[in-house]
Protein backbone atom coordinates (compact mmCIF):
# COMPACT_ATOMS: atom_id res chain seq x y z
CA UNK A 1 0.00 0.00 0.00
CA UNK A 2 0.63 3.72 -0.68
CA UNK A 3 2.80 5.10 2.13
CA UNK A 4 4.07 8.48 3.30
CA UNK A 5 6.37 8.64 6.47
CA UNK A 6 7.82 11.81 8.53
CA UNK A 7 9.22 11.24 11.37
CA UNK A 8 7.08 11.18 14.54
CA UNK A 9 9.44 12.68 16.60
CA UNK A 10 9.82 16.16 17.22
CA UNK A 11 13.26 17.48 16.13
CA UNK A 12 14.89 19.81 18.95
CA UNK A 13 17.75 22.18 17.29
CA UNK A 14 19.50 25.46 18.08
CA UNK A 15 18.80 28.96 17.21
CA UNK A 16 20.72 29.60 13.88
CA UNK A 17 21.47 26.25 13.42
CA UNK A 18 19.69 23.96 9.83
CA UNK A 19 16.99 21.66 10.39
CA UNK A 20 16.50 19.26 8.12
CA UNK A 21 13.25 17.50 7.97
CA UNK A 22 12.69 13.97 5.83
CA UNK A 23 9.82 12.90 4.37
CA UNK A 24 10.02 8.96 2.70
CA UNK A 25 7.28 7.32 0.76
CA UNK A 26 6.80 3.93 -0.48
CA UNK A 27 4.35 2.71 -3.62
CA UNK A 28 4.10 5.84 -5.18
CA UNK A 29 5.37 7.25 -8.54
CA UNK A 30 4.97 10.93 -7.24
CA UNK A 31 4.67 13.95 -10.16
CA UNK A 32 5.53 16.61 -7.40
CA UNK A 33 6.18 16.53 -3.97
CA UNK A 34 4.89 19.44 -1.67
CA UNK A 35 5.79 20.89 1.67
CA UNK A 36 3.15 22.82 3.95
CA UNK A 37 4.02 24.66 6.97
CA UNK A 38 0.96 24.12 10.28
CA UNK A 39 1.24 25.98 13.19
CA UNK A 40 -1.05 24.83 15.90
CA UNK A 41 -4.88 24.87 15.16
CA UNK A 42 -4.45 26.63 12.35
CA UNK A 43 -4.65 25.72 8.76
CA UNK A 44 -1.25 24.22 6.37
CA UNK A 45 0.07 27.04 4.41
CA UNK A 46 1.89 26.37 1.28
CA UNK A 47 5.90 26.69 1.13
CA UNK A 48 7.80 24.97 -1.93
CA UNK A 49 6.76 22.35 -4.11
CA UNK A 50 9.10 20.50 -6.17
CA UNK A 51 8.29 18.12 -9.52
CA UNK A 52 10.20 14.43 -10.20
CA UNK A 53 12.39 15.86 -12.96
CA UNK A 54 13.77 18.50 -10.26
CA UNK A 55 16.94 17.47 -7.95
CA UNK A 56 16.12 20.57 -5.48
CA UNK A 57 14.41 23.85 -4.97
CA UNK A 58 15.41 26.70 -2.89
CA UNK A 59 13.29 29.17 -1.65
CA UNK A 60 15.16 32.23 0.86
CA UNK A 61 16.08 30.19 3.40
CA UNK A 62 14.24 27.01 2.48
CA UNK A 63 15.66 24.22 0.90
CA UNK A 64 13.82 21.57 -0.44
CA UNK A 65 15.70 18.09 -2.25
CA UNK A 66 13.57 15.03 -4.36
CA UNK A 67 15.25 11.88 -5.10
CA UNK A 68 13.07 9.80 -6.77
CA UNK A 69 15.89 6.54 -6.34
CA UNK A 70 15.84 7.02 -3.17
CA UNK A 71 12.09 7.54 -2.68
CA UNK A 72 12.84 10.66 -0.09
CA UNK A 73 12.47 14.50 0.26
CA UNK A 74 14.57 16.69 2.24
CA UNK A 75 13.72 19.53 3.66
CA UNK A 76 15.99 22.21 5.00
CA UNK A 77 15.48 25.45 6.89
CA UNK A 78 18.65 27.20 7.24
CA UNK A 79 19.85 29.88 9.96
CA UNK A 80 16.83 28.52 11.90
CA UNK A 81 14.82 31.31 14.30
CA UNK A 82 12.41 30.16 16.82
CA UNK A 83 9.66 31.81 14.70
CA UNK A 84 10.48 28.51 12.62
CA UNK A 85 9.16 26.75 15.12
CA UNK A 86 5.91 24.38 13.89
CA UNK A 87 4.89 21.30 11.89
CA UNK A 88 5.98 20.81 8.61
CA UNK A 89 3.96 18.57 6.35
CA UNK A 90 4.79 17.12 3.41
CA UNK A 91 2.38 15.84 0.62
CA UNK A 92 2.78 13.82 -2.53
CA UNK A 93 0.50 13.38 -6.01
CA UNK A 94 0.88 11.14 -8.06
CA UNK A 95 1.41 11.71 -12.26
CA UNK A 96 -2.80 13.04 -13.95
CA UNK A 97 -4.04 13.31 -10.33
CA UNK A 98 -4.85 16.70 -8.73
CA UNK A 99 -5.05 15.42 -5.11
CA UNK A 100 -1.86 14.92 -2.64
CA UNK A 101 -2.21 12.97 0.08
CA UNK A 102 -0.51 13.96 2.93
CA UNK A 103 2.29 12.67 5.17
CA UNK A 104 1.55 12.92 9.08
CA UNK A 105 3.95 16.05 9.52
CA UNK A 106 7.06 16.54 11.87
CA UNK A 107 7.36 19.11 14.80
CA UNK A 108 10.13 21.60 14.67
CA UNK A 109 11.33 23.45 17.70
CA UNK A 110 13.91 25.97 17.36
CA UNK A 111 15.31 26.88 20.40
CA UNK A 112 16.90 30.50 21.06
CA UNK B 1 -8.18 39.13 -0.29
CA UNK B 2 -7.81 35.67 -1.57
CA UNK B 3 -8.98 33.21 1.16
CA UNK B 4 -11.18 30.29 2.42
CA UNK B 5 -13.32 31.17 4.93
CA UNK B 6 -15.26 28.30 7.21
CA UNK B 7 -17.80 28.49 9.62
CA UNK B 8 -18.14 27.99 12.58
CA UNK B 9 -14.72 28.46 13.58
CA UNK B 10 -15.85 26.62 17.40
CA UNK B 11 -19.02 24.01 17.81
CA UNK B 12 -20.00 21.82 20.78
CA UNK B 13 -22.86 19.66 19.96
CA UNK B 14 -24.63 16.36 21.26
CA UNK B 15 -25.14 12.81 19.32
CA UNK B 16 -27.80 13.22 16.69
CA UNK B 17 -27.91 16.91 15.85
CA UNK B 18 -27.75 17.71 12.34
CA UNK B 19 -24.95 20.07 11.85
CA UNK B 20 -23.60 21.89 9.07
CA UNK B 21 -19.83 23.18 8.49
CA UNK B 22 -19.80 25.79 5.78
CA UNK B 23 -16.82 26.31 3.39
CA UNK B 24 -16.71 29.16 1.07
CA UNK B 25 -13.20 30.73 -1.43
CA UNK B 26 -13.09 33.61 -3.43
CA UNK B 27 -10.35 32.52 -5.46
CA UNK B 28 -12.48 30.86 -8.37
CA UNK B 29 -11.19 27.44 -6.85
CA UNK B 30 -12.47 24.56 -9.44
CA UNK B 31 -11.16 21.91 -6.71
CA UNK B 32 -12.20 21.77 -3.50
CA UNK B 33 -11.91 19.58 -0.32
CA UNK B 34 -12.61 18.30 3.35
CA UNK B 35 -10.33 17.32 5.58
CA UNK B 36 -10.29 15.98 9.17
CA UNK B 37 -7.10 15.65 11.58
CA UNK B 38 -6.73 13.77 14.79
CA UNK B 39 -3.74 13.74 16.85
CA UNK B 40 -0.86 11.11 15.62
CA UNK B 41 -3.25 10.62 12.15
CA UNK B 42 -2.58 13.57 10.13
CA UNK B 43 -4.61 14.79 7.86
CA UNK B 44 -7.31 12.89 6.27
CA UNK B 45 -9.30 13.58 3.26
CA UNK B 46 -13.26 13.55 3.87
CA UNK B 47 -14.50 14.41 0.07
CA UNK B 48 -13.40 16.35 -2.11
CA UNK B 49 -15.29 17.82 -5.71
CA UNK B 50 -13.21 18.60 -9.02
CA UNK B 51 -15.93 21.25 -9.91
CA UNK B 52 -19.66 21.99 -9.68
CA UNK B 53 -22.25 19.06 -9.29
CA UNK B 54 -19.16 16.75 -9.11
CA UNK B 55 -18.25 15.34 -5.82
CA UNK B 56 -16.21 11.74 -4.39
CA UNK B 57 -15.00 10.43 -1.35
CA UNK B 58 -11.95 10.75 -0.01
CA UNK B 59 -10.42 8.46 2.84
CA UNK B 60 -12.96 8.59 6.01
CA UNK B 61 -16.17 9.62 4.23
CA UNK B 62 -18.30 7.52 6.82
CA UNK B 63 -20.76 9.81 8.35
CA UNK B 64 -20.25 12.93 6.13
CA UNK B 65 -22.17 14.56 3.49
CA UNK B 66 -21.16 17.05 1.13
CA UNK B 67 -22.63 19.36 -2.27
CA UNK B 68 -21.30 21.34 -4.79
CA UNK B 69 -23.89 23.34 -6.17
CA UNK B 70 -22.10 26.67 -6.51
CA UNK B 71 -18.41 26.76 -7.19
CA UNK B 72 -17.57 29.02 -4.09
CA UNK B 73 -19.16 27.04 -1.67
CA UNK B 74 -18.54 23.64 -0.20
CA UNK B 75 -20.35 22.43 2.88
CA UNK B 76 -19.80 19.85 5.05
CA UNK B 77 -22.75 17.85 6.40
CA UNK B 78 -22.81 15.54 9.49
CA UNK B 79 -26.56 14.11 9.39
CA UNK B 80 -26.10 12.45 12.95
CA UNK B 81 -22.86 12.81 14.54
CA UNK B 82 -20.79 11.02 16.97
CA UNK B 83 -18.47 11.54 19.36
CA UNK B 84 -15.73 9.78 16.87
CA UNK B 85 -16.73 12.61 14.72
CA UNK B 86 -15.15 15.14 17.29
CA UNK B 87 -11.89 16.23 15.47
CA UNK B 88 -10.34 19.52 13.84
CA UNK B 89 -11.50 20.25 10.07
CA UNK B 90 -9.99 21.89 7.40
CA UNK B 91 -11.79 23.27 4.02
CA UNK B 92 -9.40 23.71 1.24
CA UNK B 93 -9.20 24.48 -2.31
CA UNK B 94 -7.00 24.61 -5.69
CA UNK B 95 -6.96 25.36 -9.34
CA UNK B 96 -6.94 22.06 -11.08
CA UNK B 97 -4.35 23.12 -14.00
CA UNK B 98 -2.30 19.85 -14.22
CA UNK B 99 0.33 22.71 -15.78
CA UNK B 100 1.69 23.64 -12.16
CA UNK B 101 0.60 21.69 -10.15
CA UNK B 102 -1.24 24.24 -7.82
CA UNK B 103 -0.86 24.38 -4.15
CA UNK B 104 -4.33 24.37 -1.93
CA UNK B 105 -5.00 26.76 -0.28
CA UNK B 106 -6.37 26.17 3.74
CA UNK B 107 -9.08 27.41 5.59
CA UNK B 108 -8.76 28.14 9.13
CA UNK B 109 -10.56 24.91 10.84
CA UNK B 110 -13.47 24.30 12.27
CA UNK B 111 -12.61 22.97 16.09
CA UNK B 112 -15.86 19.97 16.49
CA UNK B 113 -17.08 18.56 19.67
CA UNK B 114 -19.44 15.98 19.81
CA UNK B 115 -20.39 15.32 23.47
Known amino acids: SQKIEQNSEALNIQEGKTATLTCNYT??????LQWYRQDPGRGPVFLLL?????KEKRKERLKVTFDTTLKQSLFHITASQPADSATYLC???????????FGRGTSLIVHP | EAQVTQNPRYLITVTGKKLTVTCSQN?????MSWYRQDPGLGLRQIYY???????DKGDVPEGYKVSRKEKRNFPLILESPSPNQTSLYFC??????????????FGPGTRLTVL
Open chain 2, 92 to 105: ASKHTSAASYNEQF
Open chain 1, 27 to 32: NYSPAY
Open chain 1, 50 to 54: IRENE
Open chain 1, 91 to 101: ALASGGSYIPT
Open chain 2, 27 to 31: MNHEY
Open chain 2, 49 to 55: SMNVEVT
